[in-house]
């Protein structure tokens, strides 16, 4: 998502907070909305696996691990087309 706000150059501070940064994207890129809704909800996975010292992470089941990887296999493909004069184009004047 990162890449997204850079390409289309919004201004965003360091977070790993999957809920900002696709509501910051979402303006610029109507056509991955759903996907950048479903990735959203994987913040807590990003901070528990990235900070195991806060929370005690549990290992997800084989069906959760797939049922994530969706949405991001979707954002994947659908992004695989875009180029960054296609942000530029939805970049706000």
């Known amino acids: 998502m990162k890449g997204l706000l ?3 150059d919004v201004p ?3 977070t790993h907070d999957l809920q900002r940064l696709g509501t910051l994207a979402a303006p610029h890129y109507p056509e991955y909305d759903a996907a950048l809704v479903a990735i959203r909800t994987l913040t807590a996975w990003n901070f528990v ?3 195991p010292d806060l929370d005690e992470p ?4 084989r069906d959760e691990v797939e049922q994530a990887m969706r949405p991001i296999g979707a954002l994947l493909a659908a992004l695989a087309n875009i180029s960054r004069d296609d942000a530029i184009d ?3 004047a």
């Open 6 to 8: 850079v390409m289309a």
């Open 12 to 14: 965003f501070t360091e």
């Open 49 to 51: 696996y990235r900070y």
């Open 58 to 61: 549990t290992e997800p089941s």
């Open 90 to 92: 939805q970049a706000p």
